[in-house]
Nanobody, 127 residues
Framework: QVQLVESGGGLVQAGGSLRLSCAASGRTFSSNVMGWFRQAPGKEREFVAAISWTGGFTVYGDSVKGRFTISRDNAKNTVYLQMNSLKPEDTAVYYC????????????????????WGQGTQVTVSS
């Protein structure tokens, strides 16, 4: 089992920044692919970013490229999502996820490939 707890969400004005954190516990964290997804009311869960277990490979959704950065600290069992230049359309509940073992690039973008999920943290961007 892997337990994931997100933090860092909140209300921010457009153009501002937030950093989300996801603390993991349970099974070995360093061997997992970690991902961030988001879901706005009435919409499907959307891929945001993912990172390989070494941190050497990252992939982003088209809507956040150049604005968001995913990183991880395996010593702290934590993955981060730095969000800059936030827009009102970034408003959503953000979820951290973990996939045991490796994944292809395509699989890293699919929510059904992940084994564990956090409860989510709300991010609201005002215009």
């Amino acid at each position: 089992q892997v337990q994931l707890v997100e933090s860092g969400g909140g209300l921010v004005q457009a153009g501002g920044s937030l950093r989300l954190s996801c603390a993991a516990s349970g099974r070995t964290f360093s061997s997992n692919v970690m991902g961030w997804f988001r879901q706005a009311p009435g919409k499907e869960r959307e891929f945001v970013a993912a990172i390989s277990w070494t941190g050497g490979f990252t992939v982003y959704g088209d809507s956040v490229k150049g604005r968001f950065t995913i990183s991880r600290d395996n010593a702290k069992n934590t993955v981060y999502l730095q969000m800059n230049s936030l827009k009102p359309e970034d408003t959503a509940v953000y979820y951290c996820s973990a996939a045991l073992g490796s994944r292809t690039i395509a699989a890293m973008k699919r929510p059904d490939t992940y084994d564990y999920w956090g409860q989510g943290t709300q991010v609201t961007v005002s215009s």
